[in-house]
């Protein structure tokens, strides 16, 4: 699959290429560095850097 630098659109297709980029590189790979929750969470806001922070638990 051909990657391009630029900025992400969301009104665009740019999540269901993303989507479909990581389960192609899943299928190459043993090994990963995004999980298919991780890039769901990152799109709907689901993710925050919060609960990393101990007071925040």
């Known amino acids: 699959m051909k990657t391009v630098h630029r900025a ?3 009104r665009g297709d ?3 290429r993303m989507w479909a980029f ?3 590189d ?3 790979r043993g090994s ?6 991780r890039l769901g ?4 806001g689901a993710w925050s850097e919060y609960k990393y ?3 925040y638990l």
């Open 8 to 10: 992400y659109q969301d």
């Open 14 to 16: 740019d999540f269901e």
């Open 22 to 24: 990581l389960v192609e």
């Open 26 to 28: 899943y299928r190459d």
């Open 32 to 37: 990963f560095i995004w999980t298919l929750g």
């Open 41 to 44: 969470d990152w799109k709907y």
């Open 53 to 55: 922070i101990p007071c």
